[in-house]
């Protein structure tokens, strides 16, 4: 295996998804903890106001505020060089627009990264991951104010000064590029809402929505750039990333429109990536809000602050590819338009994800090839039901079976030449799913015992994952 020495292995999560402590210690309430989850219905609702006792189990999550000592030296017996984890915003700033930062939220993650480092684990730090502070949504109308800027700087200001020396590693937006998507919408963009399931609030695609979509995104960009510059004033030595939503996506037939149609989807991985590493907007975008029908507002120092903060790498989720057709048959017999139709030559998970390893081997190069710059793989894995033996044991080889195939293709990709520098597996605890809502799409290489109406013990238990894993990075990858 070609894996570089100090080859980034570890694991990632989201504060949001596992913490708990959701009102503990001064925190705020986000916009996440505004959703609810549960076993009877699998979709996720959002609530202006809180009714207690209807948000298992997200508002626990697995408890790691509590058990973060024992989850990072699990972490660490796997062999973890990194660990990706977000900070809740809320527990920093509760309402988001505070001067003062709440002091319990800062001692808390010190004493998190102060843990890692204990065992020479890097941390990597998503500054936002669906966490927008309710009170912004509430109030400002989120990221489509442009005041929301200011108030991400001055969070990001306080993260850098207070955790300089203990993180180096920081992910500016998780998934930005979700908020060209109507999933993105309320998690990510904070756009207000009436009560009601999420996904109807996500709204179809009116040149309305499209238009309040974009402008919060270049917002988000706009933030995104003034933090990296921000974060380097700071501390030279940060490399600061941006972070997409990777999609592999293959034409249906060799019909051109296929292909063409295929290569348009695959923007979803440039319009947001451009901005960030190139530090301009791509070449289609005048067409694209022509079509859209839309204008966006920019103000004139905007280009230049663009330019002015190019990440320093390009960071990915990758779980699945799709195929796009232009043939509207073959999508309503086969398939549907956010997964595109599906792909003869590949199986999928049980939530109808379609596993395809050589995907990332292709998504790695071609982005690689636009962008020249380090990539790393921050997600990635296989939401699973997994079953709990009599004698505590989780058998879960379909997981190695996944990752396994995933990393020989991370390998494949190094060896074209790609600068692949860390791979953090998504959910490397169980913890609750992000667009169910619950805690039976596993994805750990550590069980925890928790329900979807939240109950058990909460007690960690090593899968077979965990032993595999582990061989795997003190083998440096070699050893699959
Ligand atoms: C990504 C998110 C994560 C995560 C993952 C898996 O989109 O960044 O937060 O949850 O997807 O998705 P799910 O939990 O829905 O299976």
């Given at each position: 295996m070609s894996f570089p020495k100090g080859f980034l292995w570890g694991g990632a999560t989201a504060a949001n998804q596992f913490e708990g402590g959701w009102n503990e210690d001064g925190k705020g309430d986000s916009v996440c903890d505004h959703m609810t989850g549960g076993s009877v219905n699998t979709h996720r609702y959002f609530t202006n106001t809180i009714q207690e006792g209807?948000?298992?189990?997200s508002h626990e999550g697995i408890d790691f505020y509590h058990r973060y000592k024992e989850d990072i030296a699990l972490f660490a017996e796997m062999g973890f060089r990194v660990f990706r984890m977000s900070v809740n915003w809320t527990r920093i700033f509760p309402g988001g627009d505070e001067v003062t930062p709440n002091q319990k939220g800062l001692d808390f993650y010190k004493s998190v990264f102060e843990e890692c480092k204990k065992y020479g684990i890097e941390p990597l730090v998503t500054i936002s991951h669906y966490e927008l502070p309710y009170h912004l949504m509430d109030k400002y109308d989120g990221w489509l104010n442009r005041k929301c800027i200011d108030f991400y700087l001055h969070y990001c200001n306080t993260l850098f000064e207070e955790y300089k020396d203990l993180v180096k590693y920081w992910l500016?937006?998780?998934?930005?590029?979700?908020?060209?998507?109507?999933?993105?919408?309320?998690?990510?963009?904070?756009f207000k809402c009436e009560d009601g399931p999420a996904q109807v609030l996500?709204?179809?695609?009116t040149q309305e929505q499209l238009a309040k979509r974009y402008q919060a995104l270049h917002h988000q960009f706009i933030a995104s750039a003034k933090a990296v510059k921000l974060g380097h004033e700071i501390n030279p030595e940060f490399k600061i990333g941006c972070m997409v939503a990777g999609g592999c996506i293959y034409p249906y037939t060799c019909n051109p429109e296929d292909v063409l149609l295929a290569q348009k989807d695959m923007r979803m991985n440039y319009f947001c990536g451009d901005v960030q590493v190139r530090g301009e907007y791509p070449h289609f975008t005048e067409r694209m809000f022509e079509e859209f029908g839309i204008t966006i507002k920019m103000e004139a120092e905007d280009s230049d602050i663009l330019k002015s903060g190019k990440v320093d790498f390009y960071s990915l989720s990758y779980y699945m590819s799709t195929c796009s057709t232009a043939d509207e048959e073959a999508l309503k017999t086969s398939g549907n338009v956010v997964m595109g139709v599906k792909n003869p030559y590949l199986k999928s998970s049980d939530w109808g994800w379609q596993i395809d390893p050589k995907g990332l081997r292709y998504l790695l190069n071609d982005l690689y090839g636009r962008y020249q710059i380090p990539i790393m793989v921050v997600e990635n894995g296989l939401g699973a039901i997994d079953k709990l033996e009599a004698d505590g044991t989780i058998h879960d080889d379909y997981r190695i079976d996944y990752l396994r195939e995933h990393i020989k293709q991370m390998d494949e990709a190094i060896r074209d030449g790609v600068d692949l520098i860390g791979f953090t597996p998504w959910g490397c605890i169980d913890l609750v799913s992000a667009s169910t809502g619950e805690m039976k799409k596993r994805y750990g290489f550590i069980y925890v015992d928790k329900d979807n109406e939240g109950n058990g013990t909460l007690n960690r238990l090593r899968k077979d994952s965990f032993y595999w894993y582990k061989k795997v990075i003190e083998s440096n990858g070699n050893n699959l």
């Open positions: 209807t948000y298992y189990p500016t937006f998780n998934e930005i590029n979700c908020l060209t998507m109507s999933i993105g919408d309320i998690l990510s963009g904070g996500g709204l179809p695609d």
